[in-house]
């Protein structure tokens, strides 16, 4: 798929902040992610999900559609840390986007265990996030930990 086949998405943080997304249109303000987030929460690689035009801007993010199956986590990891992170997260099955060579985005394919995933980076002592589904929507408002 090159670039003109794409469109970007603009999402919006809590705080304000703006990321854009690389997506495929495939039909009127529905779109499948072709990226995975680095700031966005509540959506992986390959959801379907509803944007709406504006004016001199991305079609903006309004909800997902369709979940993919797909979940992401975040790493920020630099160093020998991040070898250690790609090895081990390709050997379990995933893949990920880097940003700037620190901040790790990490697609969880459905067929492999979240579980598996938070067990790595939990005994890597790697420093993460769930990003979809969020810390809050797996445990709740517990503040137990990763």
């Known amino acids: 798929m090159t670039e003109p086949d794409l469109a970007k998405l603009e999402f919006r943080t809590e705080d304000g902040e703006?990321?854009?997304i690389w997506a495929k249109p495939i039909g009127e303000h529905l779109y499948r992610l072709d990226n995975s987030p680095f700031y966005a929460y509540g959506v992986s690689w390959n959801d379907v999900v509803e944007a709406q035009p504006?004016?001199?801007?991305?079609?903006?993010?309004?909800?997902?559609?369709?979940?993919?199956?797909?979940?992401?986590?975040?790493?920020?990891?630099?160093?020998?840390?991040?070898e250690r992170l790609k090895r081990g997260i390709q050997e379990l099955g995933c893949k990920f986007e880097g940003a700037w060579s620190?901040?790790?985005s990490v697609d969880i394919p459905p067929d492999v265990e979240l579980e598996d995933v938070r067990s790595f980076l939990i005994s890597g002592k790697f420093e993460w996030e769930h990003a979809d589904p969020t810390y809050e929507e797996l445990f709740g408002e517990r503040n137990e930990g990763p």
Not at 65 to 76: M, N, P
Request: no cysteine.
């Open 18 to 20: 703006v990321e854009t």
């Open 54 to 82: 504006q004016p001199g801007a991305f079609p903006l993010f309004r909800r997902v559609v369709e979940k993919s199956g797909h979940r992401t986590v975040r790493v920020i990891v630099g160093g020998d840390d991040l």
């Open 102 to 104: 620190k901040l790790i």
